[in-house]
């Protein structure tokens, strides 16, 4: 008796953030291609981890976001990417992080992911595995555009002006009820990191998450989008999840498998997107968007940033979605 074949579903993120309304068609139009990009492997009977891989890429290669070419740059003015892919079906997972001559990590993550014993290699160690097993090495310059240039110069005189604090004092008081006086004033303009889930034919989940991480961070600094049940996460028996925003709140929440958690013990995606999301607020006073696929194609999405750049594909078509 042969298997039931699952209609395939792809959801993508291209960031939760103050996104600026000249910005929007740009993010839109990323979005779009990167849901062909990874809808048209599942329509030919693709595996979830390839589609995600070929979403996440689209979006690494668009200038538009903070993942791959075109990332805020690091307070010493260079691009370092962080990229995780996981498979819900195997639980493999493949991670690089604080890598800086790969035009791609998310590439390198599934090679990690497909070809090694381990889950996660950093900086010139992962440049290294990734180069043995095909992928370019580039010079870091190829990642960066004079916008950013702009930009982090622009941040860092900010800061030296004291008109921005882009890091985080410390933890709320345990009598703190106003959750935003511990959000830097700055918060929503960088966090622009990329993601997708999805769903197989096979009824396999995946997802994955690429970054430049945020603006002026310090060299070395990993926040929560490669790491395993932070800003990334899939399982068949709970649910494949992406996250985006402000890294250190959600890492310190493992907000990922929190949501996932949450599915396998019977709430709806939709209603656990929205869970998590006020969870990483009330808690920690942070910011950020998520979407959530259950094993059964029940979706959900959230974010508390003014804007997050959104899409999935399905058997209903292919629709986007962005408020700025």
């Known amino acids: 008796m042969g298997m039931t ?24 139009r990323g979005v779009a291609n990167a849901l062909a990009a990874g809808y048209a492997v599942l329509t030919r009977g693709g595996i979830a981890t390839e589609a ?8 690494e290669d668009d200038p538009t976001f903070d993942a791959g070419r075109g990332s805020f740059l690091t307070a010493e003015g260079r691009v370092q990417l962080d990229a995780l892919l996981m498979d819900g079906g ?8 604080c890598v800086e001559r790969l035009r791609n990590p998310i590439q390198a993550a599934r090679l990690v992911l497909d070809r ?27 990642l960066v555009l004079d916008r950013e ?22 933890p709320l008081a345990a009598d703190d009820k106003s959750p935003e006086t511990a959000v830097p004033h700055n918060h929503f303009d960088s966090h622009d990191t990329v993601g997708a889930v999805a769903l197989d034919a096979h009824g396999n989940l995946a997802a994955g998450t690429s970054t430049g991480g945020t603006l002026n961070k310090a060299p070395g600094r990993v926040g929560d989008s490669s790491l395993i049940g932070c800003g990334c996460y899939a399982d068949n028996l709970s649910a494949a999840v992406s996250l985006t925003g402000w890294g250190e709140p959600i890492m ?30 009330t808690r920690l006073g942070g910011h950020g968007g998520i979407i959530l696929l ?12 003014p804007g997050m750049a959104w899409g999935i594909a399905d058997d209903y078509g292919q629709r986007t979605g962005l408020v700025v």
Do not use: C
Request: aromatic content about 6%.
């Open 52 to 59: 995600v891989e070929a979403a996440v890429t689209v979006l």
């Open 5 to 28: 074949l699952r209609s395939p579903v792809l959801l993508v993120h291209g960031g939760a953030w103050a996104i600026p309304p000249e910005m929007a068609e740009d993010h839109q």
């Open 90 to 97: 195997s639980m493999r997972a493949g991670g690089v992080a």
């Open 294 to 305: 259950g094993p059964d194609g029940r979706f959900g999405l959230a974010h508390n940033t």
């Open 116 to 142: 090694s014993p381990h889950v996660y290699f950093v900086g010139q160690g992962a440049e290294a595995f990734a180069a043995a097993h095909g992928m370019t090495l580039i010079d870091n310059s190829e």
């Open 149 to 170: 240039r702009v930009r982090l110069a622009d941040a860092q005189a900010r800061l030296a002006a004291g008109l921005a604090d882009i890091t985080f004092s410390g």
């Open 252 to 281: 310190k929440l493992v907000l990922g498998k929190w949501a996932t958690d949450r599915v396998a013990a019977g709430t709806p995606p939709a209603d656990a997107a929205r869970q998590a999301i006020d969870y990483l607020f």
